[in-house]
């Protein structure tokens, strides 16, 4: 059986690229990861190459699709990049980011004692993973949503997930027509922590038992010291596994599944799915992704770092 070939290009770091031969469902995929190094040209011209050339794409380093509550928002600059496509499905990981993240959260909630109800947990960014934020608010949890102070540098904790939808509503139709490396670390800034804004916002990761959400935005800002905190993130190399054990992370929980000694972006899962459900993507429905994930029996990985 002649392997489907899964391929995600990214405005992150050249550095993280990767491929693996893998099988899912008996399946044989070839999946791998270009990096653009927050080039958008040259994304776009990755992107028109890959055209018509592989059976699904995903685009990492950015989302195209924020959902917050009942409200999609559309970030422009990614816009350029899924109109550069005009064959190949074409996924950003939201709409896996919806259902196997929310599942992930269940599943530690039911079946493990890592997040009984009052864990304080910090999600860098909710407006990118709502259906994970929404899964930590079900489980009881005490949240922060570190939108406005990771993305926006500015040190406000929003508490409640209204309160979140509230200034999203405001906030995003402007925020979404920023160049996407204003409000993301794109390229470089993915291979780097930013040690000051990391020291300032400390007590915020410090304040949390759980810091959950995109590893860039977690890596970015991780500070010099943690206390044992749990981590639940993806994306994750070797190398980041060595941070977070050095920096003192006590777990990593990883939602995708790992390939090779590391998880890829829900983008390049996302883009797996769509490859094996070989349906339109405007006919695909979270129930067939979460069909599809009973059937890959997907669960998170859960590794004990100190």
């Known amino acids: 059986m002649a392997p489907k070939r899964v391929v995600s290009v990214s405005l992150g770091s050249s550095k993280r690229d990767h491929r693996v031969d893998v099988s899912f469902l008996g399946q044989p995929f070839e ?42 928002y559309v970030i422009q600059d990614a816009l350029k990049l899924l109109e550069a496509v005009k064959v190949t499905p074409v996924v950003d990981g939201s709409g896996l980011k919806n259902t196997l993240e929310r599942e992930v959260v269940r599943y530690l909630s039911r079946k493990t004692d890592l997040i009984p109800p009052g864990t304080k947990v910090l999600m860098v960014s909710a407006a990118d993973r709502f259906g994970m934020a ?25 508490r409640t997930l209204a309160e979140l939808e509230q200034i999203a509503n405001k906030l995003l139709p402007e925020i979404c027509k920023m160049p996407f490396h204003m409000i993301y670390p794109t390229g470089k800034k993915q291979e780097t922590v930013d040690e000051e804004k990391a020291a300032k916002f400390a007590p915020f990761y410090k304040e949390a038992r759980v810091i959950a959400g995109d590893f860039h935005m977690v890596r970015r800002f991780l500070p010099a010291q943690l206390e044992g905190q749990i981590i639940v993130t993806n ?72």
């Open 31 to 72: 999946i791998s990861r270009r990096g653009t190094d927050g080039d958008m040209e040259k994304a776009i011209a990755t992107l028109k190459e890959l055209d018509g050339n592989v059976d699904a794409i995903g685009l990492g380093g950015i989302d195209v699709y924020l959902y917050v509550g009942q409200q999609q």
């Open 134 to 158: 929404e899964a930590f608010v079900e489980a009881g949890c005490d949240m922060i949503f570190g939108d406005l102070i990771f993305a926006m540098g500015v040190p406000y904790p929003i």
């Open 235 to 306: 994306t994750t190399t070797p190398s980041d596994v060595n941070l977070l054990r050095e920096r003192g992370a006590g777990y990593l929980i990883t939602t995708t599944p790992e390939l090779d000694g590391r998880s890829f972006g829900t983008n390049v899962m996302e883009g797996v799915l769509v490859a094996l459900l070989a349906k339109p993507l405007s006919a695909i429905t979270p129930d067939d992704y979460l069909d599809l994930l009973r059937r890959l029996n997907f669960e998170p990985k859960i590794r004990k770092l100190n």
